[in-house]
């Protein structure tokens, strides 16, 4: 007997909004082509709603509303749904002048119950061939913490204003409130479970801020004495604090004894080219093939939320089957990212 559907299994009409989009429903792009399974089939993938999409100029609504917002930050070029660049894959956004690209992911449409989990990587990888920086921006980030997204994308594109000083900055310590409420509202990811924090303020405001915590065992490690993670590092939204990286990284090496210490780069975000770690001491140790978050309509969870002992205890999973074939039948959608990039700096 099948258990019951998951209040959490996708719902909506967001897929075939997507691929109305471009001239093809859902039903008849799966009946027609099947789901994507390789980077053969990426290919014929692109091929397909390129053809479909041949006579469509209109972007989704989330598309939209990246492209005006990136238009309005600089008098420079911006194109949409490209596909001279790497083709037959489809860029959703790109600035030439500045070989940047932005991709914005629906949930469902991004997930693989569309394409598979190397997608987003293979397309990345593309761009990385030809000198361009991909970023992917999934639905959920831009309508939860849209100015959060923006700041990145205003970061990226050099047209923040408001330029601070680390020299001119004070070492801190915040309270744990402090901090809480500092990465929620200015990293993406927000708040932490770290042990050690400094932070910078200007003004007796506060402006940057570092994290550090025990080696995860979610990532494959287990903590040992002497070894951290570098958790979170970020700075007020809309600001860039000149040389903030270097200045808590230095303290934290002055502060607390180290062998080891790790941190992790989104390649969603990072480039192999430019890295704010390499150019700090630390070495590229190795990139992490891609991971998965589970989705509900409107917002990525992670994957430890639904491991096969949650599903079976949880949703009246079946115990002879494996996790993905739990989720499939309770309709829960999967997304994968890029990877990520593991560095490395020795004490």
Sequence with gaps: MKPNPSPLAWVGSSPNSHLKTHDISQFDYKHKFGPITSEVSHIQFSQNIAAAAEKITTLTVGQQQVYDFVQSLGNF???SNVRSVIYPFELDIYLPQQKLAIEYNGLYF???KIVDKNYHLVKTRKCESVGIQLIHIFEDEWNNNKEIMKSILRSKLNAISTKIFARN??????TKQQKKQFLNENHRQQNDKSIFWFGLTHNNKLVSIMTFSKLRKALGSSHVDGSYELSRFCSLT???????FSKL???FKRTVSFKQLITYADLRFSSHQF???????FKLKKQSRPNYFYCTKNKRLH?????KQILVNKFNGDPTKTEFEI???LQLVRVWDCGQLCYELSG
């Design 249 to 251: 990284l230095a303290h």
């Design 327 to 329: 989720a499939d039948e």
């Design 275 to 281: 890295s704010v770690y390499s150019s700090n001491g």
């Design 169 to 174: 900055c004070q070492i801190v310590i915040p």
């Design 238 to 244: 809309n600001s860039i604090v000149v040389g903030s």
């Design 110 to 112: 991004h997930s693989d």
């Design 77 to 79: 070029e911006v194109q």
């Design 303 to 307: 994957r430890y939320n639904f491991t």
